[in-house]
Structure formats: C-alpha cells, structure tokens
C-alpha cells in the first residue's frame, strides 16, 4: 500500500530526506546524482556524436558513412606501409648498388637483409623448404653444410635468380640423373648391388666388387671416383650424412632406378634484385654459408 | 487517498554546494601546512636532483627513462626484467594506505593525497584573491560585474598558472630535467610531452579548481574502501555528542548551563570544513579527516571556558569510555592491535624481502632461446648442431669482458655468427657494452659417436664476467639430436 508523507523528513539511520514515498513501510531517499555528473554525460553524447560524424560510423544499405576526415583503415595501413618504406627506402637503394660478394664488408647493411630476406623466405620459400628452412625429404636443408650447387653468396644468389632445372631458363641449374632402372640401363640385382656400393661410401653398408665396378662406369662421371659428388653439375656428395632422397637401401635403390628430380623455379623477374639478394643473404646466415671463394684463374687444385 | 507528493519539488539531480572554508591556525593546520610543503617540495624538487653513475649512465637522481627501458632511483638502477621490484613497490603502497588507516584512520584523506593538497593550494588562492569566508560568499552571491569579472580572471589565472606547473613538473621524471626543459621552451620537444602537460594542467585546473571535494565524494574510491576498513577501533574525527548536545546558543546555555550541551552552536566546525561538511552528524564519506574542525573547536571551547576535544582524534570506543567516564585508551595501545600488527608485518616483510633481493642480485644476466624449427642439424659429417640465440646482460655502468660456457654435453663445442666453426670451443669471451645487452648467436656442434640416441640432452650455458667469480648466470636448456641411430 503506497503512502504518502510531506517531503524532507529526515531518515534516522541515514540522516537523509526521503522523497515522500512509503511501499510497505520501505521509504525512498532522496540522493540525488551531481549535477556535473549530468553535464558530464550530455558532453559524451555531444562527443559521441560528433565522433560518428567525422569517422566512419552509421551503417546503411550497402556500406557505411564515409565521415568528414576521410579517415579509413586502409587508408592508414597505406600511410604506414609508405612510411616503412621510405625508411627502407636508404638500405634498398645501398643493397642494389651492392655486388652481394661485398656484402660482408657492411655489417650493418648484412644485418637488414637477412632481416629482409627472413620475412621475404616467409611468404616466397616455406612452401616448399619449410617455415625453419630446414627441407624436407626431396628438398634440400638450407641449415646445413652440404650444398649441391655451393653456399657462399654469389652461388647463393645465382640459383635464386635462375633456379634449378627451371624450364626457358637458359642458365639455369641444370643436373640430370639417368633412370637406370625404368630405362633398362641397369639391371635390378646390379642397381642392388651398385646401391650397396653407394651406402658403404658413409660406412653404412658393406661393400661389394660388383658395386664398386659398376659404380665406377657409370657414376663416377658426374658423383667422382670417390663419390664425393661435384658442384660443377650439382650431383650430390655420396659419402657424407646428409641424404636429399633418404639414406636408407631401399631410398637410393629407388632413386637409382627412377631418380627424383626436384625443380626450383627462378625468381627473376618474379622478385625484385634487392629481394633475391635478402633473400640469399638470409640463407646464407642460416649456420652453414660459406665464404666467397678468393678469385683465382685456374679452378681449385684440393679436392 | 493522500495526495501525491510534488514531484517537481524533487530533482534527480543536485547542485553543487560551494564550500567557503574560512581560514583558521592550529595544531592540526600547522601539521597540514608542513605536510604540504613537504609533498610539493618533493613533487617539484626531485627530477632536478642530480647522481653521478659514471660517464654511461644518466645524471638524474630519479629517471623512469622509458625510452630505454631503464629506472633509476638515486643508487638502484631497475631493468625491465626487474619490474617486480616496482612491483614490489605498489604493493607496498597499497598495504601502505591500510596500515595507516589501520593506525590513524584516513589521515592520507586529510593531509597527503594530492587531491587534498592540491585542493588546500587552491583554496588558499581563493582566500587570498576574494577574502576569507564572508567574502567570497558576497562576491558568490553578487551579480556579474567588471569587478568580480576580473577577479574572477585573475584568480582562474592563478589557478592555471599552479596548474602548469603541476602538470609541466610531471614529465621531468621521464626525460633528463634540464635537456628537456630547454626543448620544452624552445618548441623542439616531443609532441608526447607537449601532450602531457597539457592533460595534466587541465585535470589539475579543474579537479583542484572547481571539483574539489567532490572528486572525494563522488569519484575517488579509496572512500568507499575506507568505509569498509573502519571500525569503532578506528581513529577517526569524532563529534563527542553525549558532551555537546543538546547544542543552544551561549547565552541561552549560560542560563541553563544544566540542561544545554557544551556545542554553543557556532558552526565554526562548518566553516572551516573543506569540504563543507557538518561533522556533528557524526562520520561521513566526505570527512577527509584534516583536523581543522578541531583546530576550529577548541579555540572556541578556550574562549568559552570549556574543556579543549569537543571535537577530537578519537575511536568510536574512546568515545563511549569518556561518556562512562572511564579514561580513554592510550595511544599505542591503539595502535598495538592484531590488524594493526599484521598489516605492518606484511608491508615490513616485502619491503625486507626486495632490500634484500636488491642487495644481493648480480648484475650479469643470461637468457638463451634456442631454435625450435628445426630443432636440430645434421651436419654432413654425421655431427649435430643446435642453434641458440644468447642474451647477454650487463647491467654495470661500465664495459665488462665475459666468458661464455658450454656446461655438460661432452664433446660439444660452440661457434658464432661471427666466427667461423673452424673456431669452435668450449668456451667464448666477449665484451658487453655498459648498461647494456649483447645478442648472440651461438651454433653447439656435438659429435656424432659422443651423442644418444635420446631425443634431447640437458646442458647449460653459463656466463662470468670476467674476474668477478660472484657475477655469474646459468641458463640451462636442451639439445635435440635426431631420435634415429646415428651411424
């Protein structure tokens, strides 16, 4: 039952005057808000709108108010990306004016690439050589010493820039291994044997007089004698621990019989210079790049 | 049927009271004034001292150098990697508040917080512009004219000039005082500092200005938590009413001394309140606790020939014993109680436990990531590497020469980006700027007969500066080989 009483009489508990109401015997205190509280709102609403009419805020049939300032995310991402690059804009212009076999002699400049060329192996490399560079069976492990085609700078940079086995690439990494088995060049008891030959090189196998013999008449060609491989024609070293296609029997009985031939494509005109030279710079950094050969007339006397 | 109430008598929304708080010395002034001057004096003071650290370090005793992550603090220098010293510091703080109020009730309220301060700052100003009490209720009250326009133009002057020099002394502590101020002037520093002072002069300008006590009132928390942590153990201002009422004038309580109370009813306690509150109603959310009610009081009890502590620093027990004519508790027993006691173990505990830590924390630090894809490499010669990325700390005001060690994994041996692995060893030296970190990139190489076939071994990097055996870190972390038997 609501009841009625004169205002201002003073709750004895509180010390404060109820506004004149009683439910029940429950009385209502007059507290009331600050006043500034009040303007305080009415200036976020002012605010609020005001807000709403220079950005980009009420929402209609197809797309949204512009807002006066022109203001968009795109638009500052834009503004961003411009400004990234116009303090990149000093070390890309020093990068491209740069043989990369110099690149060493500038720490600083070294530094930016291979940060360049991570972020760049992000987006162009992982596919296939994987997010920590480190391959995969069939594609080469860019962390470790072994290198088919060479792992200084320049040699770096020359596969990137013509990629290996890249078709319309006239100078490109070109190594061809015949199919000695599905080409009926070798039969399937000597591949065996020549294959045993081959795993007892890293002294993973025993070897054997066949193997050796066959190995030598048709291997040795392009793997060497001792089947330490060659640069030259980028046919993989055959005594070390590192196997491209997999190290166990029946691996190499497989790629003798019908090798696997992996191709990476050429990244002129798909990169610009300054990238691929990052980019080479990055792999080279990754723990196994090795120094530029001193220039010499004739090619290296030591194995 | 009763007649329902005048609804537009009633408002949901109620003005601001203005608070004329007339000028008053005492006791408890005094207290307040040193107070003040004290707390502006290090606010204003502090980021002009200077500290010699030698020629890498600056030369500003206290520096929260932001830019480069460092905080001084006269002798102690704090690294990011240390913030919980800071930590430490703001938890202090905030057992800090409890004890006090645990111990005298909210006496940070009425004499320390800033907004206390600050607001005492301004309304002295006011005092000295328009007059004590009777005076600026007149000019309040009078019409707008040239006159009160222009004090009301110098005295808002005033006000913003306090109000800069607040807001313009803040960011001293971030950037070295005297370089800055020089950019300051001259237009050439940071836009974020132009900012700063520009935020910090408008909210002193108008919470010291114009908000005043309602800022304690109807913003701050710390009230509300207060409420919570007071009992009738607390020290607080109280308004001894089985004394004064009930309350008449003098003359009337003068002929009937037996009927009427000692309050005469002069509302001085009203008019000194800074907040403008009336603390015969007993304790309220808008008492700060300053005391100059007290003062106000017992000046009037001396001219009326009437005991001093009508108002007075008493618990709500004290109270109760002095109307039963008991005496009041002593002041150390007041302060002598469990809460009391607990709070003041637990702030003196952390506070013991950073001076500690502080004493004996060493200023060479190691923190190594290593390379989880791939985790480990094969080498061509059957060997394994790891790859490990070493962060070597300095954290001395000069260059110091480190050594760098494999700790466990036999037979490994490390090299860098930097040198080739023809290099390899088991330890490395290098020279780590002053102050500063120095980012390593350490290849581990272990042979291939001396590895497991486990897929991680345990092992540690240690670092030692060199010719101080004290001044040493270890980092332990792992090295992956492949899980395969290694031929």
Redesign the interface.
């Given at each position: 039952m609501a009841e009625h009483h004169p205002k201002g009489r003073l709750d004895e508990a509180t010390n404060t005057e109820t506004v004149g109401h009683e439910w029940d015997g429950i009385e209502e205190l007059n507290t009331p808000l600050p006043r500034w509280w009040l303007w305080t709102f009415y200036a976020c609403i002012v605010f609020a709108l005001g807000y709403s009419v220079v950005y980009p805020a009420w929402p209609m049939l197809s797309s949204a108010t512009q807002g006066t300032l022109g203001w968009t995310s795109r638009g500052e991402l834009d503004k961003d990306m411009k400004a990234a690059a116009a303090t990149r804009a000093k070390t890309v212009a020093a990068l491209a004016d740069m043989r990369i076999e110099e690149l060493p002699k500038h720490p600083e400049l070294m530094r930016a690439a291979v940060a360049g060329g991570a972020a760049a192996f992000r987006i162009n490399c992982v596919q296939c050589h994987g997010a920590g560079a480190a391959g995969s069976k069939g594609f080469p492990n860019l962390n470790d010493d072994d290198w088919l085609w060479g792992g200084d700078l320049k040699t770096i940079e020359t596969t990137l820039l013509h990629g290996i086995r890249q078709p319309g690439d006239d100078v490109t990494r070109q190594s061809i291994m015949p199919n000695f088995g599905s080409d009926g060049l070798l039969t399937a008891a000597q591949i065996d044997a020549v294959a045993s030959h081959v795993l007892s090189l890293s002294g993973k196998a025993r070897g054997n007089a066949e193997g050796a013999k066959l190995f030598a008449d048709n291997c040795a060609v392009c793997h060497g004698p001792a089947g330490k491989g060659s640069r030259q024609f980028g046919a993989p070293n055959l005594t070390d621990a590192i196997w491209l296609d997999g190290g166990t029997k029946d691996d190499v009985v497989a790629q003798v019989s019908k090798p696997h031939m992996g191709v990476m494509p050429a990244w002129t005109g798909r990169l610009d210079p300054v990238t691929i030279k990052m980019l080479a710079a990055y792999v080279h950094s990754l723990g196994g790049g090795e120094q530029t050969p001193a220039p010499e007339p004739e090619a290296a006397a030591t194995p | 049927m009763?007649?329902?109430?005048?609804m537009t008598?009633?408002?949901?929304?109620?003005?601001?009271e203005p608070v004329f708080n007339r000028r008053i010395d005492g006791k408890f002034r005094r207290i307040k004034w040193a107070i003040m001057a004290l707390c502006l004096a290090v606010y204003w003071v502090t980021p002009w001292l200077r500290w010699d650290r030698g020629p890498y370090a600056p030369t500003q005793a206290v520096l929260i150098d932001l830019a480069h992550r460092r905080f001084y603090m006269f002798g102690i220098e704090i690294w990011p990697h240390e913030f919980y010293f800071v930590a430490g510091l703001l938890i202090m703080a905030g057992i800090g508040l409890f004890l006090v109020t645990s111990a005298v009730g909210r006496a940070w309220c009425g004499y320390a917080c800033p907004q206390t301060v600050w607001t005492d700052l301004f309304q002295h100003v006011d005092r000295l512009i328009d007059g004590d009490r009777n005076a600026r209720m007149r000019l309040y009250k009078a019409p707008w004219g040239p006159a009160k326009i222009a004090r009301r133009l110098v005295k808002w002057a005033i006000y913003l000039a306090i109000s800069l020099a607040t807001g313009g002394a803040w960011i001293y502590y971030f950037a070295d005082a005297p370089t800055l101020w020089t950019a300051f002037w001259s237009g050439t520093a940071d836009p974020v500092a132009y900012a700063t002072v520009a935020t910090l002069t408008a909210t002193t300008f108008v919470l010291g200005g114009f908000?005043r006590e309602?800022v304690c009132i109807?913003m701050c928390p710390w009230p509300r938590i207060q409420t919570a942590m007071t009992d009738e153990k607390s020290l607080t201002v109280t308004y001894k009413d089985f004394r004064g009422e009930p309350r008449a004038s003098l003359k009337k309580s003068q002929k009937a001394p037996d009927v009427f109370g000692d309050c005469i009813d002069c509302n001085q306690c009203v008019a000194v309140c800074p907040t403008g509150i009336d603390i015969r109603?007993?304790p309220q959310v808008g008492c700060i606790t300053c005391a100059l009610c007290i003062d106000a009081c017992d000046r009037v009890m001396q001219d009326i020939g009437r005991p001093r502590g009508l108002i007075d620093y008493a618990t709500l027990d004290d109270a109760e014993r002095e109307k039963a004519g008991q005496p009041p508790t002593r002041h150390l027993k007041l302060i002598w109680r469990p809460r009391t006691l607990a709070y003041l173990a637990v702030w003196a505990g952390i506070g013991l436990a950073l001076l500690f830590a502080l004493g004996t924390r060493v200023h060479t630090g190691l923190t190594v990531a290593k390379?989880?894809?791939?985790p480990y490499?094969?080498?061509?010669?059957?060997s394994v590497?790891g790859?490990y990325t070493l962060r070597l700390r300095n954290m001395e005001g000069r260059p110091r020469r480190m050594e760098i060690a494999i700790v466990g994994l036999p037979g490994a041996v490390m090299w860098t980006?930097d040198s080739?692995?023809a290099d390899a060893a088991r330890t490395l030296t290098r020279t780590i700027p002053a102050d500063a970190t120095l980012p390593l990139r350490v290849?581990v190489v272990a042979p291939?007969p001396g590895l497991a076939t486990t897929a991680a071994q345990d092992f540690a990097f240690r670092v030692t500066a060199e010719g101080e055996a004290r001044e040493t870190a270890l980092s332990e972390v792992t090295f992956d080989t492949p899980q395969e038997a290694?031929?």
């Open positions: - | 009763n007649k329902p109430p005048d008598q009633l408002s949901l929304y109620a003005k601001r908000m309602q109807y109603q007993g390379d989880r894809n791939p490499i094969l080498l061509s010669d059957g590497r790859a980006d080739a692995r290849y291939a290694i031929p």
